[in-house]
Structure formats: C-alpha cells, structure tokens
C-alpha cells in the first residue's frame, strides 16, 4: 500500500464504465495512484490491484473501469474527477471488429487487419492507437505501430517516423518497450515543411513493414495500427491519402471531425475499406503551442537520459573530417534553371551537403545506417541521434552528445531543424 507516499489521499468508488480523470500541470508534484480492489486499465494496460503508480509534471491521465473499483490518489493533481462519459465502449467494439478479421486472417493465413487512425489535433489519437494496441497484444496478438505524426515523434524522437513490433502492454507511466524501432529521418515538426519526402518516407516504411508483416506470422495476422499527422486539410489531406494507399489500409478510424470522415467516405470507403467515425473522449485536453514545443523537448531529452530508468549519454569529440554531414532538399529553382532531365520534386529529395559551421550548434543530427553516399541515403533508416553541443572551428571538431559511447557506428549524419539545450 501506499502509506508512506506524501500528499493528501483521496479515494474514489468508480462505476461501471467510468473513468477517473487527472492532469499535472506545475511543478515538481508528484501523483501515485493505486488501485485498491476490482479491475481497471489505463489506455488499455491493466492496473495491478495494490501496486502503487507514481506520475508527474504533464501527465493527462485516465484510468478507465469496465466493472466497477476503487482507486486511491495520493499527491495533489491539478485537476481530478470522475467521468461517466466515455468512449471506451465504442473503442472496444472497434477492437472486436478487428480481432475478428485477426481470427479470420489467421484462419486464412492472410493478413490481418492495416487499421489507421486519423484526425484534427488533439483529438486522442495517439491515446486510441495505444489502446488498440494493448488490447491487441493482452489477446495474445503481436502488431505493429506505425507512426507517422513527426510532431511528436512517438517511436523515436519528433522529425521522424517509425515503427514498432508491440509484443507487450505499453507500461503504465510509459510508452512502449523501444527495442529495434524502425525509424526514418524527416527533420521538420511538420510535414508541410517538404511534402515531397514526407510522401517518399511513406511509401519507404509502407513497403519495408508490409514486408516485415510477411515474415512474422504472427505480426502478420495481427496487422498494424497506424498513428497519422493532426494536420487533415489541403496537402494534411493529401498525406492521409497517399499513407491509406501505400500501407493498403483496410479500416480508417476518424476521430472527432465529421467533414474528415464525409472527405474519405467519399475518396476511400470500398468494400475493402471501412471508413469509422468515433468519438473524441471528453477528457483528452487540448495543448497550447508551448505545451507541445515542451513535450516535443521531453521527448528528446528522455531519448538522451531515459525517464523512469535514467540513461548515461557520452560526450565525445568528433573530426569533422571523420564525417559527412547532409540535409534534405535544396531551394526550388525555376523550371528553366533545372538541369535537363531533372523534375522540380526532385529538389525536395535532393542531399545536399553541409559543412560544418557554428550554425550546427544544438541541432539533432540523425545518423544514417547508409553506409555510402552512393546507396539511397534519404530512404535509409536511421541508427539513432546525436546532439552539436559544441563546434570548435579552429581545431575542425564538433563535441557531440550520443547514447553510445564512441566511435560512431556510421559517418553519414542528416540534420534536423530540430534542436536541443543540452542542460544536464
Ligand atoms: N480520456 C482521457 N482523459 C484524460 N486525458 C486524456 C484522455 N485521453 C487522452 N488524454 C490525454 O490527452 C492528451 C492528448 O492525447 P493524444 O496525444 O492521444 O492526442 P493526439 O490527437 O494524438 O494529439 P496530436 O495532435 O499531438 O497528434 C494526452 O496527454 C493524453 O494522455
């Protein structure tokens, strides 16, 4: 139990199909939450009655019973309540319907279910993949994640897409176990920033998972569940298409926008795609323009020094001649300025070299697993990140920051717009 957690304790007897809600906005408070007796789940992820769950600084919780609990509170949250209205019903029959073409998937040993999910901003999809997910792997499935929302960068770090084989219940105050993601480099927040190549990564990570999906069959009956971009107008719109088409999706879950859903009943729907409208939950809080520019910093910041278990960074210096710096995409020139034989889009896709400046400073830069300038570098995925904290002009070095220790396991880096205040 938890008698020796500071705070106020408050406990609450939750109904049948309720949900009590909390947010921490300030400070360095601390929540623990435990669940005292009957069954509850947080997106999804079964709480263990007795054990007692610590959240802090920008936790937008929700613990959800089907049949009834009690769960006791300790700590002051910004705000606390019960809800009586939830979607969650909905989410599960949803999940029914796709556990059920696993089933028949399996019987046929086809593949199972491409479902993604889609929406305005904070609308709850990255909290409904999640759910879909862990319901998935509690009935012994194993999908995969695909996430294309580079703004917030669920798999790796924002700039990038990626994905995932879930084999277990994301934890309670985490995300998912991040062993071997598959990520590829964007470099911007949002995909409007170079269209071209958001486009081109899609179709890159469409082709290697679904091709991923044939060699494990048990990830192939499961199918994959896709999280996509806030942004669903004019070239947001465009992607959702373009994603639908390349991972040959077979449900589209839209969340909380009518217009969204009448647009893909009509461009979409078929007999072979199912187009869903959902409700958003009332409990998901919108985020101001600060707020996400914080967690986006979070995120990266937990990809240096862990979250719950701490991670050691190392700090090394590296010639500037041991590496080849890039970035994607060069300024669009006027058609009668183009080399023969050359596209405008071609532009976009374009690696261009960077030499190393003062200007690198707290930038991310992505390693790529490309080994030569010669392979197709901008549709390599990527090893992992590391941050310019220190660039020495005169003695031709940048100081770096990486999770591994030296030397780098690759020389070709892609920079991010991204950055990153070293403060440790
Ligand atoms: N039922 C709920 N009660 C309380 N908070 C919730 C609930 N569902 C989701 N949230 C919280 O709301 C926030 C936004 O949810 P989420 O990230 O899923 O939205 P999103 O649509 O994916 O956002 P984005 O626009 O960044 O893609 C998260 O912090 C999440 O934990």
Redesign the pocket.
């Given at each position: 139990m938890s008698d020796d957690q500071p705070g106020p304790r408050t406990e609450y007897k939750l109904e049948t199909d309720s949900?009590l809600?909390f947010?921490m906005e300030n400070g360095n408070d601390k929540v623990t939450v435990t669940l005292l007796n009957g069954h509850a789940e947080l997106?999804g992820t079964e709480l263990v009655m007795k054990k007692p769950y610590e959240f802090g600084v920008g936790a937008?919780?929700?613990i959800f019973t089907y049949h009834g609990c009690t769960i006791e509170l300790r700590g002051k949250p910004d705000v606390a309540y019960v809800a009586r209205e939830?979607p969650m019903v909905q989410y599960l029959n949803c999940n029914s319907a796709l556990e059920h073409l696993r089933t028949k998937a399996e019987e046929d040993d086809v593949r199972g279910p491409v479902a993604m999910v889609v929406?305005?901003?904070?609308?709850?999809?990255?909290?409904?993949c999640r759910i879909f997910l862990n319901y998935a792997v509690r009935l012994g499935r194993r999908p995969i994640y695909v996430d294309l929302?580079v703004?917030?960068g669920g798999i790796a770090i924002p700039g990038t897409i990626g994905a995932l084989l879930v084999e277990r219940p994301a934890p309670v105050a985490e995300g998912f176990s991040q062993q071997a993601p598959l990520v590829y480099h964007f470099g911007h927040t949002n995909p409007s920033e170079n269209d071209v190549f958001y486009d081109a990564l899609i179709t890159k990570l469409a082709e290697t998972t679904l091709e991923r999906l044939q060699a494990n069959k048990r990830a192939k009956h499961s199918g994959m569940i896709i999280?996509t971009?806030?942004w669903v107008k004019q070239g947001g719109y465009h992607h959702i298409l373009h994603a639908a088409k390349e991972f040959e999706v077979n449900a589209i879950f839209v969340?909380d926008q009518e217009r969204l859903y009448n647009e893909l009943l009509r461009d979409v729907a078929s007999k072979t795609v199912q187009v869903v409208y959902l409700p958003k939950?009332?409990?998901?809080?919108k985020?101001t323009r600060s707020q996400?520019a914080e967690a986006r910093d979070n995120r990266i910041r937990e990809y240096f020094y862990g979250s719950k278990m701490p991670l050691y960074p190392h700090s090394f210096d590296v010639k500037f001649s041991d590496v080849k710096i890039f970035k994607v995409g060069s300024p669009v020139l006027p058609d009668s300025c183009l080399p023969l034989g050359m596209k405008k889009e071609d532009n976009f896709t374009k690696l261009v070299a960077v030499q190393p400046s003062m200007q690198l400073l707290h930038h991310i830069l992505a390693v790529s697993f490309a080994e030569s300038i010669e392979e197709n570098v901008i549709q390599s995925n990527v090893a992992g990140f590391i941050c310019v904290t220190d660039v020495n002009m005169e003695k031709e070095v940048l100081t770096i920051l990486s999770p591994q220790p030296r030397p780098l396991p690759q020389t070709i880096l892609l920079v991010s717009d991204l950055q990153f205040m070293d403060s440790h």
């Amino acid at each position: 139990m938890s008698d020796d957690q500071p705070g106020p304790r408050t406990e609450y007897k939750l109904e049948t199909d309720s949900e009590l809600r909390f947010e921490m906005e300030n400070g360095n408070d601390k929540v623990t939450v435990t669940l005292l007796n009957g069954h509850a789940e947080l997106y999804g992820t079964e709480l263990v009655m007795k054990k007692p769950y610590e959240f802090g600084v920008g936790a937008k919780v929700a613990i959800f019973t089907y049949h009834g609990c009690t769960i006791e509170l300790r700590g002051k949250p910004d705000v606390a309540y019960v809800a009586r209205e939830t979607p969650m019903v909905q989410y599960l029959n949803c999940n029914s319907a796709l556990e059920h073409l696993r089933t028949k998937a399996e019987e046929d040993d086809v593949r199972g279910p491409v479902a993604m999910v889609v929406g305005p901003m904070d609308v709850g999809k990255s909290t409904l993949c999640r759910i879909f997910l862990n319901y998935a792997v509690r009935l012994g499935r194993r999908p995969i994640y695909v996430d294309l929302d580079v703004g917030q960068g669920g798999i790796a770090i924002p700039g990038t897409i990626g994905a995932l084989l879930v084999e277990r219940p994301a934890p309670v105050a985490e995300g998912f176990s991040q062993q071997a993601p598959l990520v590829y480099h964007f470099g911007h927040t949002n995909p409007s920033e170079n269209d071209v190549f958001y486009d081109a990564l899609i179709t890159k990570l469409a082709e290697t998972t679904l091709e991923r999906l044939q060699a494990n069959k048990r990830a192939k009956h499961s199918g994959m569940i896709i999280n996509t971009c806030g942004w669903v107008k004019q070239g947001g719109y465009h992607h959702i298409l373009h994603a639908a088409k390349e991972f040959e999706v077979n449900a589209i879950f839209v969340l909380d926008q009518e217009r969204l859903y009448n647009e893909l009943l009509r461009d979409v729907a078929s007999k072979t795609v199912q187009v869903v409208y959902l409700p958003k939950s009332g409990g998901v809080v919108k985020r101001t323009r600060s707020q996400r520019a914080e967690a986006r910093d979070n995120r990266i910041r937990e990809y240096f020094y862990g979250s719950k278990m701490p991670l050691y960074p190392h700090s090394f210096d590296v010639k500037f001649s041991d590496v080849k710096i890039f970035k994607v995409g060069s300024p669009v020139l006027p058609d009668s300025c183009l080399p023969l034989g050359m596209k405008k889009e071609d532009n976009f896709t374009k690696l261009v070299a960077v030499q190393p400046s003062m200007q690198l400073l707290h930038h991310i830069l992505a390693v790529s697993f490309a080994e030569s300038i010669e392979e197709n570098v901008i549709q390599s995925n990527v090893a992992g990140f590391i941050c310019v904290t220190d660039v020495n002009m005169e003695k031709e070095v940048l100081t770096i920051l990486s999770p591994q220790p030296r030397p780098l396991p690759q020389t070709i880096l892609l920079v991010s717009d991204l950055q990153f205040m070293d403060s440790h």
